[in-house]
């Protein structure tokens, strides 16, 4: 009976997310899904279930698969791996992140990884393309969960290493989710990606992670592909995001 509750729960969010986004997409010419999560109650929703590269967002999953490689093989991250880890996540540096992919296996580790930590529709890119992997709003979401809660096959020492990180980012790469956190954003911890696409110059911009709002503490992964640049990407995912926060801020389960 308590799943039911659970399933309908969500349900209910999930239409109500889909209402408020609405008038979001129309006129936006790109498409998006988001996943929300609030930590207080427990409730979350999903609007759209579409699969979308991850560009640089991927990131967060190669430091959770190194993290889970290190513990199984019962030691700590090298100075090097540090290194790269944190150029990585605070900078979203490239080179570190392709470092890091091939120490972890490429595309069977991630997805190994992945595997552990329960998404089910992420599929790694091929060919060392670690920003082409293939990923939904939902999973980001099982993701952030594994990052942000107990229940996980993270390690403690783990997760607060990569809150740690994901709460460094510099500046500039800011934006995205922490639109919806209160005051100026500040002590949001997110990761961003974004690149155009070759073979129609759309851009694909994405925004995951914890941001405070009313008191309390919401995790929210924002995809989207097809704005014809970058910062209306940014825009977008910014809109995106508040309005989910927003609309998970005043839900109530019926």
Known sequence: MERMADDVTEQGLSAALADALGPVAQGS???????????RSGTSGVHGDGSYATASIVKVGILAALLLRAEGE???LTAQERSHAAVMIEQSDN?????LWRTIGGAAGLDAAHQRLGLTATRAGSGGSWGVTLTTAADQ???LRAIFSDDSALSGRARTYLRALMGRVVGRQSWGVSAAADGDGSGTR???GWMPRDATGLWVVNSLGEVSADGRAFLVAVLSEGSADMDS???????AARTA????RTYRFQ
């Open 190 to 192: 997110l990761k961003n």
């Open 141 to 143: 979401l099982t993701l």
């Open 245 to 248: 926060v927003a609309t998970a």
């Open 233 to 239: 990407g940014v825009a977008l995912v910014e809109r």
């Open 74 to 76: 019962g030691r700590p």
């Open 95 to 99: 080179d570190a992140a392709t470092a």
């Open 29 to 39: 010419g790109a498409d998006f899904s988001v996943a929300v999560l609030d930590t």
